[in-house]
């Protein structure tokens, strides 16, 4: 099966930028979706198809996707962006389509 | 508003059953896909399984497979997450997510509220 791989924390002080990196196999020819979770409350989606942003999330979240690496960037980071964040593909490379998650990272800001 | 509106928390024993549920508003229920999340605690998300109400087509996960049932009432725009014997390694959060329709859309957006499921003797 399809495996995401994210670190496990990324430290920023704010008003700098924070990478939240996602690991896989060739993730760059998928579509990569990004998921931010505060504590006590739902995931909320921040990145879809790579690079888009759903209504009412601010530009400072972008994401980028090539070769074996996904990347969230988020810019002049503020406290209320501290929260886990988690990538998503599809993975249709078997005969069950699967919908797989990232492990997640912990983002601190200092 | 599209919304999603899980049923509240639960409290179980070991070998009980158990339904939950997903209640959508806001959209044409019938052609979205509706799936389900695991949250263990202090845990990452886990895929479970998906189900598109308009047909009733259903895919499960492997990790999951013969472990939950995955159902929906169109009628009363509800999906479903059903256990028939609960262990205590159940414990989670579970949410329900809508899914577009194509394919081409596979990503889940909005997300319930969550339903907390503690199974304990």
């Known amino acids: 099966s399809y495996v995401l791989t994210q670190p496990p924390s990324v430290s920023v002080a704010p008003g700098q930028t924070a990478r939240i990196t996602c690991g896989g196999n060739n993730i760059g020819s998928k579509s990569v979706h990004w998921y931010q979770q505060k504590p006590g409350q739902a995931p909320v989606l921040v990145v879809y198809?790579?690079?888009d942003r759903p209504s009412g999330i601010p530009e400072r979240f972008s994401g980028s996707n090539s070769g074996n690496t996904a990347t969230l960037t988020i810019s002049r980071v503020e406290a209320g962006d501290e929260a886990d964040y988690y990538c998503?593909?599809?993975?249709?490379?078997?005969?069950?389509?699967?919908?797989?998650f990232g492990g997640g990272t912990k983002l601190t800001v200092l | 508003e599209v919304q999603l509106v899980q049923s509240g928390a639960e409290v179980k024993k070991p070998g009980e059953s158990l339904k939950i549920s997903c209640k959508g508003s806001g959209y044409s229920f019938t052609s979205y896909w509706i799936g389900w999340v695991r949250q263990m605690p202090g845990k990452g998300l886990e895929w479970m399984g998906i189900i598109y109400p308009g047909d009733s087509d259903t895919r499960y996960s492997p990790s999951f497979q013969g472990q939950v049932t995955i159902s929906a009432d169109k009628s009363i725009s509800t999906a479903y997450l059903q256990w028939s014997s609960l262990k205590a390694s159940d414990t989670a959060m579970y949410y329900c997510?809508?899914?577009?329709?194509?394919?081409?859309?596979?990503?889940?957006?909005?997300w319930g509220q969550g339903t907390l499921v503690t199974v304990s003797s």
């Open positions: 198809d790579d690079s």
């Open positions: 997510a809508r899914k577009g329709s194509s394919s081409l859309y596979n990503w889940f957006d909005p």
């Open positions: 998503q593909v599809w993975d249709s490379s078997s005969d069950l389509p699967n919908w797989v």
